[in-house]
C-alpha cells in the first residue's frame, strides 16, 4: 500500500466507524502504541473533517500487560498510557497497524478493563496477516495479506518511519 492507498483506507474507516454506532458521542477511538496511536490520529481527523464530529481518542500501551513480557522482553519498551475520559458505556475502537497472532489484543482488551467497563470494544486493523494463536478477528480491516512465518508485514507512518506505506518483507533475505 502506497501513501494514497492509506489515506483512502483511514477515510474508509471513518465512514465504517461512524456507520457502525448509532451515537457518535458514545465512540471513543484508542490507538495502540506505537504506529495504532497515529493511524487513529489520521482518522479522528477524518472524521472531524468528513463529518464534524469530535471523537474521544486515547493512547495504550500494553506492555505490562503481555503474557510474554516477563519472558521475551528483558528491558520492556514502556510508553505511554493515555485515556482522558471515562470508559464506562463507550464504544470503543481499539487502533493497532498489524493483526497477527491475537495476543496483543488480548493483552489490550485486558488493559481497557483495568480502566473501566466499555460498552462494546472492537478492533480494527490496517493488515490482517493471518497465523492467529487466539480466538481473535478484526471488525475492520485495511487488508488481509496472506503471510509465511518468515514474512514481516510492515506498516509505515510519517511522522515514525518519514513514508506512509506498507511492505511485506521475506526477513530470509531482509538485512534488518
Known amino acids: 500500500m502506497n501513501e494514497e492507498d492509506l489515506n483512502r483506507t483511514y477515510l474508509r474507516f471513518a465512514h465504517q466507524f461512524l456507520e457502525s ?4 458521542k458514545r465512540l471513543a477511538i484508542i490507538g495502540m502504541q506505537t504506529r495504532g ?3 487513529g490520529k489520521r482518522i479522528v481527523k477524518a472524521i472531524k473533517e468528513e463529518f464534524g464530529i469530535v471523537i474521544d481518542f ?11 513480557f516477563r519472558t521475551k522482553l528483558k528491558m520492556p519498551d514502556v510508553k505511554v498510557t ?7 458505556d463507550r464504544d470503543v475502537v481499539l487502533i493497532d497497524d498489524v493483526l497477527y497472532t491475537g495476543r496483543t489484543v488480548r493483552s489490550a482488551m485486558d488493559a481497557l478493563m483495568a480502566y473501566g467497563r466499555p460498552r ?3 478492533f480494527c486493523c490496517m493488515v490482517d496477516r493471518g497465523h492467529r494463536e487466539l480466538p481473535i478477528a478484526s ?3 485495511g487488508m488481509y495479506v496472506p503471510t ?6 510492515r506498516v509505515r507512518v510519517k511522522e515514525l518511519d518519514e513514508e506512509d506505506a506498507v511492505y511485506l518483507v521475506d526477513m530470509e533475505e531482509s538485512d534488518e
Do not use: A
Request: proline share 5%; aromatic share 18%; charged share 35%.
Open 21 to 24: 454506532y448509532d451515537d457518535p
Open 37 to 39: 496511536v497515529y493511524m
Open 58 to 68: 486515547g493512547v495504550l500501551d500494553v506492555t505490562f500487560y503481555r503474557d510474554d
Open 82 to 88: 493515555e485515556i482522558p475520559f471515562d470508559l464506562y
Open 120 to 122: 462494546k470494544i472492537q
Open 139 to 141: 471488525d475492520f480491516t
Open 148 to 153: 509465511h512465518e518468515n514474512e514481516e508485514v
